[in-house]
Nanobody, 120 residues
Framework: QVQLVESGGGLVQAGASLRLSCAAS????????MGWFRQGSGSEREFVAV????????YYRDSVKGRFTISRDNAKNTVYLQMNSLKPEDTAVYYC?????????????WGQGTQVTVSS
């Protein structure tokens, strides 16, 4: 089993920054890619970013490129999502996810999510 626990969400104004964290346990964290997803009210869950097992490769959805940065600390079994220049359309519940392999866009475990609300 894998446990993923997100934290760091909150209510901020447009233009502000937030840093989300996801603490993982239950498997060898450093063997797998890790990702972030989000789901806005009335919307489907969408991919946000992914990072390779070693942190050397990342990939983002177009709407967050240049504003969000995914990173990881394998010694702490934690993945982060630094979100800058936040916009109201970034409002969503953000979930971290464990990759099926060391790199790719397939995920098999998700956390419970953390709410991010951006006011205009």
């Amino acid at each position: 089993q894998v446990q993923l626990v997100e934290s760091g969400g909150g209510l901020v104004q447009a233009g502000a920054s937030l840093r989300l964290s996801c603490a993982a346990s239950g498997r060898t964290f450093s063997d797998y890619a890790m990702g972030w997803f989000r789901q806005g009210s009335g919307s489907e869950r969408e991919f946000v970013a992914v990072i390779r097992w070693d942190g050397a490769l990342t990939y983002y959805r177009d709407s967050v490129k240049g504003r969000f940065t995914i990173s990881r600390d394998n010694a702490k079994n934690t993945v982060y999502l630094q979100m800058n220049s936040l916009k109201p359309e970034d409002t969503a519940v953000y979930y971290c996810a464990k990759g099926v392999t060391s790199w790719g866009l397939e995920f098999d475990y998700w956390g419970q999510g953390t709410q991010v609300t951006v006011s205009s």
